[in-house]
């Protein structure tokens, strides 16, 4: 397989969570050789307005350094920063300016005032949380019982059909996030077919949109160990008529820059997949995944 590289889903020191410089992880995108390259740092509308707002409202500080306030001067800081960049690196790289969008339904403002932003190629639509619960990251599932489980998946399936349906982002991230932790972590086991219906609905939703779903690589090097989401239900979007699929490997370093994306092709061409693709000004260009 020749397929030119491409990496959609990466974040740099403008999320919390990133430890490289947007230059740093550019460089690297160049000495790989990436054909597209998306800076998609994290916006959560769930916490979209000015720490003031927060301090006026009482909520107190965090002292976790994931839980950031402020996301709105997080994001313009963001946005005009990566948009300058794509001028320093004209020629040399084709970066695409993006952004991970998180709980769109837990921040309307915060939403709204994102996709209206005539400098982003690429909104992945993420949701990393329930509404008032913590990111699914920082539950201890030892203290849940199994149908408490089942019950968070479902409302978290509820929540994302309820995003997918607002229909204002290019593709749905990482579609089993929480899979992440209660399996890859926690080493809890799950029946497969119990969301099958939901998750139909959602791709059927998506499809009928016009929009697509991603292969986000990062659970290949984790305990979890398949791409989110993994081959059954890519293949199920496949079969449902999706042909809009992206693939980045939710690098937070450069280390992990392109980390799995030779694989996660694989596994689009096992779910029956001819194209990979990447947003250009909100528009899917199509890059062809046979030799
Ligand atoms: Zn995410
Ligand atoms: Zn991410």
Redesign the pocket.
Same mark, same amino acid.
């Given at each position: 397989m020749s397929l030119k590289l491409i990496d959609c %889903?990466t974040?740099t020191t403008f999320s919390p969570d990133g430890e490289n410089s947007p230059e740093a992880m550019c460089e690297k995108a160049i000495e790989l050789g990436l054909s597209a390259y998306a800076i998609?740092d %994290?916006c959560e509308c769930s916490t979209w307005f000015e720490e003031d707002y927060y301090r006026e409202k009482g909520v107190p500080k965090s002292e976790d350094p994931f839980v950031v306030y402020d996301y709105k001067n997080r994001f313009y800081n963001a946005v005009n920063n990566i948009s300058k960049l794509k001028f320093k690196y004209e020629g040399k790289l084709n970066l695409i300016c993006g952004i991970?969008l998180g709980q769109a339904t837990q921040g309307w403002e915060g939403a709204e005032a994102v996709v209206s932003n005539e400098n982003l190629d690429f909104i992945?639509g993420?949701l990393h949380q329930i509404k008032n619960h913590d990111d699914f990251a920082f539950f201890n599932y030892e203290n849940f019982s199994i149908s408490e489980i089942y019950n968070l998946l479902e409302m978290y399936y509820m929540e994302m059909l309820e995003m997918v349906k607002w229909n204002k982002f290019d593709v749905l991230?990482?579609l089993t996030y929480p899979l992440r932790y209660i399996i890859g972590e926690y080493g809890i086991e799950l029946k497969n077919k119990v969301f099958y219906d939901i998750i139909r609905e959602i791709f059927v939703t998506l499809i009928h949109n016009g929009k697509g779903i991603e292969i986000n690589t990062s659970g290949l090097r984790q305990k979890y160990g398949s791409t989110f989401p993994d081959l059954k239900y890519i293949k199920m979007y496949h079969d449902l008529g999706g042909e809009i699929l992206s693939i980045g490997s939710?690098a937070h370093c450069t280390t992990d820059l392109g980390a799995g994306i030779a694989d996660g092709a694989d596994i689009a061409i096992n779910a029956g997949f001819k194209y990979l693709c990447y947003f250009k000004e909100r528009k899917p260009n199509f890059i062809t995944l046979m030799g």
């Open positions: %889903h974040h998609t %994290h991970e992945i993420s991230g990482h939710d």
